[in-house]
């Protein structure tokens, strides 16, 4: 019920989102679920460090603000800047020196994992006929996975990842892509005309399995850091990055995809 709850209210607030609101303000929304998403994956994976993870996770959030603009080096000076900063406070301020090196690596990895990833969500609201490839990236990512869920609950019989997540079968993984295709055709032919049926299809078999592969990483990091959830913040389905992890693997596959293959072809 919490769920269903969740969705009725959530969902139309985000589609509105992003019918409505400028490329700056769907921005300014990436901003906040990259500090969002960063404060739960440095809650996680180094908990004993809430300062360095609050400090990481505001300046982290302003990584998907610097890959807007013409200016090929304003993320990576970014970037660069952050990283040697913390570098620096952990060389002068390590709690056990036989963690330092841990300690950075995550803090380091988490930069990489969130705001870059999520970072182009940005640019694909940017580039032309920016709304309609977000849908498109956010339905084939929930189409697959409600089919995974329906189809892996009704006949999932081979585990298809037990070590990481015991529940996802290979049925329920084949019924996901097999939905996201379904769903990415569907939106193709009822609002999005411009692309076209090969690359709707290419892009979709793409997207799909990394999406779900996202999932799987997500499950992995949390196992490893010994948490059923990465928060507790969206009521019935855990935490922010409990919803992004598809969306963090995909959205850049389809960004690319646009850039290389469609706007070069």
Known sequence: MKRLLTAAVALPLLILLILKGSAFLFACFVLLLTFLGLTEFYGMALPERRLEGILASLLGSLLPLAMIGTDPLRFPALL??????????????????????????????????????????????????????????????????SAAYYVGSSWGKRKLYPAVSPKKSIEGALGGVAGSLAGALGLRFLWFPELAVVDCLVVTLLAAPLGQLGDLFESLLKRSCGVKDSGVIIPGHGGILD???????????????????????
């Open 80 to 145: 660069t800047l952050i990283v040697l900063l913390f570098a620096l406070h952990f060389l002068f301020r390590f709690r056990d020196i036989r963690l330092a090196a841990g300690e950075t690596a995550l803090l380091c990895f988490g930069f990489l994992y969130v705001p870059l990833l999520l970072g182009h969500l940005v640019l694909l609201r940017m580039a032309p006929h920016g709304v309609q490839w977000i849908f498109l990236l956010l339905v084939i990512v929930m189409t697959g996975d």
């Open 243 to 265: 919803r992004l992890d598809s969306i963090l693997f995909a959205a850049p596959v389809l960004f690319y995809y646009l850039h290389y293959v469609i706007q070069r072809g």
